[in-house]
């Protein structure tokens, strides 16, 4: 089970990322979210652009789907996907 080590906080990005949340680019020197967690003696950390960020903060906090979508299972693209499925535009 993964453990957050630092919850998400606004960072300036030295290089391009990739937004765990819908996949984009996140272009280097933009602001965007990370969070660190470490699972199994690894330390990984994720990026969500301010967009993906938003919208877990207003949608997915409390979510039936909560611990499948971006527990464990927080697999790139999940949260565009969701936005779909809801029919939220970007």
Sequence with gaps: MAVVLNDAHLV???KDHICQ???ET???GSECYV???ADGGKA??????KECRDY???KCKGCND????LGENYQIGIIQRCRQ???VVR
């Design 12 to 14: 300036k990005t030295r």
């Design 26 to 28: 996140i272009p280097k």
């Design 85 to 87: 499925e809801n029919g």
């Design 66 to 69: 909560y611990d499948f979508c």
């Design 56 to 58: 877990f903060a207003k």
């Design 44 to 49: 990984y950390s994720f990026y969500e652009c």
């Design 21 to 23: 949340g819908c996949g």
């Design 35 to 37: 969070t660190t967690c």
